[in-house]
């Protein structure tokens, strides 16, 4: 009785900040593919449950942004004015010990601004006391190498990658007092996720509108839970989308795998799907396009069913965050180089 | 009439199956409509056989008894519940996954494990000629098997709330007692004439690894049956190890007892090679299910955990062509897992040629030749 009070109730519910709701329902053809996909006994070789064995944090700096310390210089890295937060050099150089910190050098149009030559004075100190700080307590920061510098000049820059949440929080807790934008990011981690099953295990909630709820108990087959969301170079054979209209692309994938899982993976043990297809054109106006299946010459006809399958898993996703398996966020531009080996702080 | 019907009911099913109507759900794949006249007719027999069982001559039941009549009474339920939830009033969501593993245990651990020990129960101690050695340590097994063997067979369940597994994989764990216990009662029941027993009775020789098989995969499912082997063949053996090798082999062994003496009142079927026949390749048959599935889920489990090796060349084109550390195209652990599929067939069609002699003799010693 336990399992259906605590989730027999479960429905369909709305996302955070959002008017969709999720899981959302599935379209009739696919609605009709899932009949398909019991019928054939799919599920007893495939699942659809994604796995994750570990939640890791990182920050991301965001915003250079503005604090007492934020001077426009000149001629770093390029011709135009550019906001250096000192304090988020300072910050980033505490936090990340394996990092050098270079000199800012004073540049010649600013001689005379004895504003900005007190402040750069005073960072050089600052800078001085870290590193007497450093061999104090035995850091043994590189001399040359990466520097903060570099790192705070490309956001959104990963500051921290798979470490502990209290690492995590302690690096955007630096800074954030620096004046800088910095978030905590998370990483769902796990053998499945790293095969790109999917975004985030799978919960409860992603089932709502099944039924049967066909959760399956042996991998022969690769899971199939976030099949819709699998990069093509995840799959068991790689391949690449020759077009932009990868829909499509991804349709006729799917369907000559039904046809012949040889084709695309020759060692796969999935078996044929053939009597889904007609060799012939039907005489049935909605006979759809013809599939080309590689390595043959005449076209065949996929079936209403082989379409109603293949609508279906393409509408197996788990790359919507939910409150108990969030996905990570997609940084806001082109992130910054990670650095090579994650560190612990 | 019943036992027609329920004959009736598993063709419609199978054949249901076959043109695409089945549910979905493990150990639970007959369509609504091949359950139903399940149900009716289990219901029909298991009352008559709960009568039979009120009106009994000697008030002291026996150990078989208790285990059968749990059985009789622990199936309907199970089934009827199981079906009213999946394929009737459809519960929500990954509940029905709950309710498809729950039954699939019940019906593992408690009726087929149930009908297996109340075989075990009747025949060992006739066979050895002593009386049960120790009935209150069977008596505590009897009760805690019923108590705690219904609980596990979620523990691999994913994408439910965790304690649903945790409480499973602790279920797997305890009901190594009850096990154990009724294991020991019968050892001590046959201690010393287990050579002399396996050498003159061939249901012993069943019996006897039936219970092995029995202590063997709770053993397994308690120590490997989590999260390790999730999703993998690990399982699937754990299902062909209750079904084909305790279930199975007790149950032919009580039909290597029962045949010939209903048929003529002999002791032994007609074709003493045969019965051997049936009894290596059963053995050898189930040992190879068992051994294939298990050593392959393990090599599964170990491609699932880890990210470098490839899913299917590493996990399922290795398991059918991997032998230890070897690579032998020819044969590998679901290779194995084939031959001890051929090896059960062997067994299946021999006791059957013996089952068709002894009906043959039967119908010699009644009417003089089946004319």
């Known amino acids: ?345 | 009439m019943a036992a027609k019907f329920w004959n009736v009911g598993v063709t419609v099913g199978v054949l249901g199956i076959l043109a695409g109507d089945a549910s979905g759900h493990d150990l639970l794949e007959f369509p609504l409509y091949a359950s139903l006249p399940l149900i009716a007719s289990y219901v029909c027999i298991a009352a008559w056989a709960l009568l039979a069982l009120h009106r009994r001559a000697e008030r002291e039941m026996y150990v078989s008894l208790w285990f059968v009549g749990a059985g009789l009474l622990w199936f309907p339920w199970i089934f009827a519940t199981a079906q009213s939830l999946l394929l009737g009033w459809q519960v929500t969501g990954v509940v029905q996954a709950v309710v498809a593993g729950w039954f699939g245990q019940n019906l593992l651990q408690i009726v087929l494990t149930g009908s297996a020990l109340a075989v075990l129960f009747y025949f060992v101690p006739k066979i050895v000629n002593r009386p049960l050695a120790n009935p209150g340590l069977t008596r505590a097994g009897f009760w805690l098997l019923l108590l705690i063997g219904g609980w596990g067979g979620l523990a691999q369940l994913a994408s439910v709330p965790a304690w649903i597994p945790a409480v499973s994989g602790a279920a797997n764990f305890l009901v190594l007692v009850p096990v154990a216990s009724l294991l020991v009662s019968l050892w001590q029941t046959v201690d010393g004439k287990v050579v002399e027993a396996w050498r003159a009775n061939v249901t012993f020789r069943f019996l006897l690894v039936a219970a092995g098989l029995l202590l063997l995969s709770v053993l397994r499912t308690a120590f490997l049956g989590g999260q390790s082997t999730q999703y993998t063949f690990f399982a699937t053996a754990r299902t062909d190890i209750v079904l084909l090798g305790v279930f199975g082999l007790s149950a032919l062994g009580a039909l290597l007892h029962i045949v010939p003496r209903l048929t003529t009142g002999e002791d032994e079927l007609p074709s003493v090679g045969l019965t051997d026949l049936v009894f290596w390749t059963s053995l050898l048959g189930v040992v190879g299910v068992a051994a294939g599935y298990s050593l392959a889920g393990l090599v599964q489990a170990d491609v699932n955990m880890n990210v470098t090796r490839d899913f299917l060349k590493d996990g399922i084109v290795a398991s059918a062509e991997r032998w230890m550390e070897l690579n032998l195209s020819a044969f590998g652990y679901l290779k194995l897992v084939t031959a001890g599929y051929a090896a059960l067939t062997v067994a299946a069609l021999a006791f059957l040629a013996n089952f068709g002699l002894a009906v043959r003799r039967c119908f010699v010693a009644c009417c003089g030749g089946a004319r």
């Open chain 1, 1 to 345: 009785m336990a399992p259906q009070l605590q989730l027999g109730a479960l429905a369909p519910g709305p996302l955070p900040n959002s008017t969709e709701v999720y899981p959302p329902t599935r379209p009739g053809l696919a609605a009709q593919g899932a009949e398909v996909y019991r019928s054939l006994g799919c599920a007893q070789c495939h699942t659809r449950a994604v796995r994750q064995t570990q939640a890791l944090y990182g920050a991301r700096l965001n915003e250079v942004g503005n604090s007492p310390n934020t001077l426009l210089l000149p001629g770093l890295g390029g011709s135009d004015p550019k906001p250096v937060n000192l304090d988020l050099l300072l910050a980033l150089a505490t936090i990340r010990p394996d990092l050098t910190i270079a000199p800012l050098p004073l540049p010649p149009a600013l001689v005379g601004d004895t504003n900005i030559v007190a402040r750069l004075k005073q960072f050089a100190d600052n800078v001085a006391l870290l590193k007497r700080n450093d061999t104090k307590v035995g850091i043994n920061r590189p001399t040359s190498g990466p520097s903060v510098n570099d790192l705070a000049g490309k956001l959104p820059a990963a500051v921290f990658e798979r470490v502990s949440i209290e690492a995590g929080e302690r690096a955007v807790k630096y800074l954030s007092d620096a004046g800088a934008k910095a978030e905590l990011t998370f990483y769902n981690l796990g053998p499945d996720i790293e095969r790109g099953w999917g975004a985030r295990r799978t919960v409860a909630q992603d089932y709502v509108n099944d039924s049967p709820v066909l959760l399956g108990s042996v991998r022969v087959g690769p899971d199939l839970a976030s099949l819709a969301t699998r990069a093509p170079e995840k799959f068991a054979a790689p391949w690449k989308f020759a077009s932009t209209n990868t829909a499509a692309e991804f349709e006729r994938h799917l369907l000559v795998h039904l046809y012949n899982p040889r084709v695309l993976a020759k060692d796969s043990t999935c078996p044929s799907a053939g009597y889904l297809f007609n060799k012939q054109k039907p005489e049935i106006r909605a006979a759809g396009e013809p599939l080309t299946v590689p390595g043959t010459d005449a076209p065949v006809f996929p079936k209403h069913e082989a379409r109603a399958l293949v609508a279906y898993l393409l509408t197996q996703r788990v790359d919507t965050g939910v409150a108990e398996a969030p996905v990570p966020s997609a940084p806001k531009a082109v992130p910054a180089a990670a650095p090579k080996a994650p560190m612990k702080p």
